[in-house]
């Protein structure tokens, strides 16, 4: 290993949900950051929230910990609870909590995590001997563990990435900003994914704009460069990609689709969707009355390696999202990727992406019939738009850029150490 010019080892402590302990939608994410972190800094640690199956094939000088995976048991949560701390900052969440039980649930909960994180965090300090002066603790998600973080005196350098369910207080069911405030105070950096993302942090905590800079997450180069053309140019083939939850709105979807093959009968429609979640009962209730021309294939939760093989293999005439609430979705750079258009409605940072040149851009809540409308209205353009959609990806959303970038950037954080 290398060592800079203090004659010290530089390392980052990176911090992640599941990746690399599986999880079916982080990895691609987390993975592109990881292959540039290794190549800048000495040594990584990655400490994932939760053990599925792996790891994840990683190179030599990234380290994973177990340490964070065990969580709070009961006794350890109620220890937690009735601590001042959490006690404290429940009163000061109050007047944001309004009337909502859900809320007041999770301001303490938020306490309760941010307490016992902080402790087995300090324990793998410890262990692991860091060296706080040369190390930068990163959380990929603007979290409870940032504010743990915040919480440890001794760490120089913290940095968080933020997205979408971990910025819009509308979307989330609670995000304390008393806690929020206090990790600011501490952070070097807070790194949205999105322009409107940081637009919104900027707004709420004008006193940290100086930390908020948008950093894009992008995706990774396409095994092909190309979307293949299609077979039969009579189907029309949709494509989406998203967990079934409220928030990213594919129980309208399938209305919507419906609702469009219904109004068009002499199209042959063919619906292919990749994820699964808590409304999948619900949207298969939906599917039961379809119209004869549409035909729908819901593959579940699947590899982003297999969403890579359906676009090698498989013609995709336009890809579809209609979130009520995104940052700014890794699923629609991978279909531009591939020039594929995409059709999406202008929430969080998706006008930043897709517009009416690479796509179709629809108003924040769109009903069915301007989703018809627009479609309708664009269908026979939209082989002219696969090399625009293909052009903005590479411009602006190529991740191996990006994230190379993204990595030099915190190697850059690291100064000569600090006397205390």
Not at 172 to 179: N, Q
Not at 239 to 246: E, G, K, Q, T, W
Request: hydrophobic share 40%; charged share 25%; proline share 5%.
């Amino acid at each position: 290993m290398t060592e800079n010019d203090s004659g010290r080892i530089k390392q980052i402590v990176l911090f992640t949900e599941t990746f690399p302990f599986g999880g079916v939608t982080e990895k691609a994410f987390v993975q592109p950051e990881i292959d540039a972190l290794s190549r800048n800094f000495d040594k990584v640690y990655i400490l994932p929230l939760i053990r599925e199956n792996g790891p994840f094939l990683l190179p030599e000088n990234v380290v994973v910990s177990s340490c964070l995976t065990k969580h709070p048991s009961i006794i350890e949560k109620l220890f937690y609870l009735f601590n001042p701390i959490t006690l404290i900052r429940l009163a000061q969440d109050l007047p944001q909590c309004g009337n909502s039980v859900s809320s007041v649930r999770k301001s303490m909960a938020y306490s309760v995590y941010t307490l016992f994180f902080e402790r087995k965090i300090r324990k793998f300090i410890k262990d692991e001997n860091i060296d706080t002066d040369n190390t930068v603790f990163y959380t990929f998600w603007f979290n409870f563990l940032t504010s743990s973080l915040a919480r440890i005196k001794e760490l120089n350098f913290i940095v968080t990435r933020a997205h979408g369910y971990d910025i819009y207080e509308n979307v989330s069911a609670f995000l304390s900003r008393k806690w929020r405030r206090e990790a600011f105070s501490r952070l070097t950096a807070c790194f949205p994914c999105s322009e409107n993302g940081s637009f919104y942090l900027r707004g709420i905590y004008p006193e940290f704009a100086d930390k908020i800079a948008t950093r894009y997450l992008g995706s990774i180069l396409p095994p092909k460069e190309c979307n293949p053309d299609s077979e039969n140019p009579e189907v029309f083939t949709f494509l989406s990609c998203a967990r079934l939850s409220p928030e990213k709105g594919v129980l309208r979807q399938v209305e919507f689709i419906k609702e469009f093959a219904n109004r068009n009968r002499d199209i042959v429609i063919e619906w292919i969707h990749i994820g699964d979640g808590p409304q999948r009962a619900l949207i298969d209730d939906a599917l039961i009355d379809v119209p004869g021309n549409l035909k729908m294939e819901f593959l579940g939760a699947i590899s982003n390696e297999n969403v890579h093989c359906i676009y090698q293999s498989k013609h995709i005439d336009l890809f579809v999202l209609m979130s009520y609430s995104e940052g700014l979705p890794i699923s629609i750079c991978e279909a531009m990727s591939y020039g594929v258009p995409v059709m999406a409605t202008d929430v969080g940072g998706v006008s930043e992406i897709v517009n009416d040149e690479s796509g179709i851009l629809l108003s924040v809540s769109p009903d069915k019939d301007e989703f018809c409308r627009r479609l309708s209205e664009s269908i026979t353009s939209l082989a002219g738009k696969r090399e625009i959609a293909r052009s903005q990806w590479k411009d602006k959303f190529c991740a191996v850029r990006l994230r190379e970038a993204f990595s030099e950037e915190l190697y850059g954080i690291i100064k000569e150490p600090r006397t205390r």
